[in-house]
């Protein structure tokens, strides 16, 4: 149980283009997501937390307008990289939360920019 | 989130040895403690956790064990094997809640010795 899915695992785009990263609870409800990006050699990074139905909570120094986060079911959040630069290639890392304490992780997207 | 963008510090163990893997949190009002395992290229995996009311707890080949009065987790793997090899993170949670984000630790590279 507690299976986390992320799609694509992995993706290269040119540079100005917008990709979308999906991130599925496949066996539970998640009424709470969270998006981590991740440099090689490095701590995740905290990005956004997304609860079901409302407005992403983003952390200090991530622009919401570039990274559009939504999460319109229990199931499914979204991240969109919008006019992606070099800069924003890294690790994507979303995990997953229901009834329990535990934060469950997907298994990443690696982007790369052009 | 809090982590920092440092290189990993690397522990390197003799297959069959047993490992010891320290991380000191930051947060005295954290109540809810977890580790992971990452693989490269690869999600975060679910290794084990502890709440602030224990001071030791045990799964199978792992054991976490918890010194609130310094700020210290531990991660204890018994005879280490090859498939142990992987960066392992901690993780803490001051919220008693799944929909509270997670502040990661740096992390520590373990390496197996065959």
């Known amino acids: 149980g507690a299976v986390v899915s992320q799609h694509p695992s992995w993706v290269i785009c040119k540079s100005g283009t917008s990709v979308k990263i999906e991130c599925r609870s496949l066996?539970?409800?998640?009424?709470?997501m969270f998006w981590y990006r991740q440099f090689p050699k490095q701590s995740l990074m905290l990005m956004a937390t997304?609860?079901?139905?409302?407005?992403?909570?983003?952390e200090q120094g991530v622009e919401k307008d570039k990274f559009l986060i939504n999460h319109a079911s229990l199931t499914l959040s979204t991240l969109t990289v919008t006019s992606a630069h070099p800069e924003d290639s890294s690790f994507y890392i979303c995990?997953?939360?229901?009834?329990?304490?535990?934060?469950?992780f997907g298994p990443g997207t690696r982007l790369t920019v052009l | 989130g809090e982590s920092v963008g440092l290189h990993l510090p690397t522990l390197s163990v003799q297959e069959g040895d047993n490992s010891i893997i320290n991380c000191a949190y930051s947060?005295?009002?954290?109540?809810?403690f977890i580790w992971y395992k990452q693989e490269s290229g690869k999600g975060p995996q679910f290794i084990i956790d502890?709440?602030?009311?224990?001071d030791k707890r045990q799964g199978q080949r792992v054991t976490v064990l918890l010194n609130k009065t310094v700020k210290h987790l531990s991660l204890q793997i018994a005879a280490t094997q090859p498939g142990d090899s992987a960066v392992y993170f901690c993780?803490?949670?001051?919220?008693?809640?799944?929909?509270?984000?997670?502040?990661f630790g740096k992390g520590t590279r373990l390496s197996v010795i065959a």
């Open positions: 947060n005295s009002a954290s109540d809810y």
């Open positions: 995990s997953a939360s229901g009834t329990t304490d535990t934060q469950y």
């Open positions: 997304s609860n079901e139905g409302s407005k992403a909570t983003y």
């Open positions: 993780a803490e949670n001051a919220g008693w809640s799944g929909n509270t984000p997670l502040v």
């Open positions: 502890i709440r602030s009311n224990m």
């Open positions: 066996d539970f409800q998640a009424t709470t």
